[in-house]
């Protein structure tokens, strides 16, 4: 089987699970845009909540064009990583694909297909959710840029119509956009959300390069946005291997730096290869705070163990003194704006049907 076979059967699999028919490329202007950043926040909270509301009650459809230009940027990375890990010593010989599908994870997902390829899902949510919260983060923090594009109010209502999009929009529909960022800020989001994607890739690649999957077991969940759907679970112990695996592949990042910008990026690397766990943890909080589903839940071991575990393993090697500071200051930066994203869900109140 090739890598175009795969891509076949990724078309398909969108098909028979009625997401799209298929990948088309276009223009997609159907999301809403914010234009200014004085109007992040601006409208009064009434209608706030009631767009937060909107939301959950009519999700959006999944469309052709925005898939496809997900589906580009994976296609863009896949070849360096698997650049990346043959410097670490590892040669795929299995044919992979990473390709986007609403999976509702914010973790890859395994999906064996006959003639020994692999196609490694990667959920549209996350693919979404990923660029927004580090274009708030950047337009917030004043040591991204001076000054500041959002207060700390308007950057957690941001915040919120992001998670309110990933935890109620079935990865079919994004928050209203944020206006473009130009220069510095521009060029880090996109080197951050490239770096954090690859992570989550590097990852699902680890369990097939370790023969993870051979020993894996079947794991049907109903609860994603799609229906029911497979997922191969490996076990925790090899859950955490493939974080270990997928770090040293990354790391292969700063080979051909010299040590001054090597101090300059590895800070970023690190807090990329872990924005998806902090994501994750924050996620999983809001889901059990008001009692969504989470698919695949337990399939890995909670967000906490794996961050603690990764930053534990990081410590040891990283070669600079200050790689793991960045990682610490998003930790804090999410968790300090949870409270205030929780209290903006409770308030949206459902009408009784």
Known sequence: ???????????????????????????????????????????????????????????????????????????????????????????????????????????????????????????????????????????????????????????????????????????????????????????LVGALSRRTVQFVVAHELSHVVAGHLVHARRWTDPTTPVGALDSLSVGWPREHEADRTAATIMSHTLDDLTQRDVEVHEPYLVGAMLLPLFLHEMTDRLAEQFDLAVPFAGSHPPPVRRIQALVEHLSDRVRTRRALDLAADVATWLEDRLDAVSEWFRQVRVPAS
């Open 1 to 187: 089987m090739t890598v175009e076979d795969l891509r076949r059967r990724h078309v398909a699999l969108l098909r028979d699970r009625r997401v799209v028919d298929g990948l088309r490329p276009g223009a997609d202007r159907s999301d809403t845009r914010y234009h200014t950043w004085t109007q992040v926040a601006s409208e009064p909270a009434a209608a706030r909540l009631d767009r937060l509301l909107d939301l959950r009650r009519r999700p959006g459809p999944y469309r052709s064009a925005r898939l496809h230009d997900r589906q580009r940027g994976l296609d863009a990375l896949h070849p360096e990583l698997l650049h990346l890990a043959r410097r670490a010593g590892w040669t795929l010989t299995t044919p992979t694909l990473a390709a986007v599908f609403p999976t509702g994870t914010l973790d890859g997902i395994c999906l064996p297909v006959p003639g020994r390829g692999v196609l490694v899902l990667v959920d549209s949510g996350l693919l979404d959710l990923v660029p927004n919260v580090l274009t708030v983060m950047t337009g917030a923090l004043p040591h991204y840029g001076s000054p500041p594009l959002l207060s700390g109010e308007q950057a957690t209502w941001a915040l919120t119509e992001m998670f309110n999009a990933y935890l109620y929009g079935n990865g079919a529909v994004g928050p209203h956009a944020l206006p473009e960022l130009s220069g510095q800020r521009r060029a």
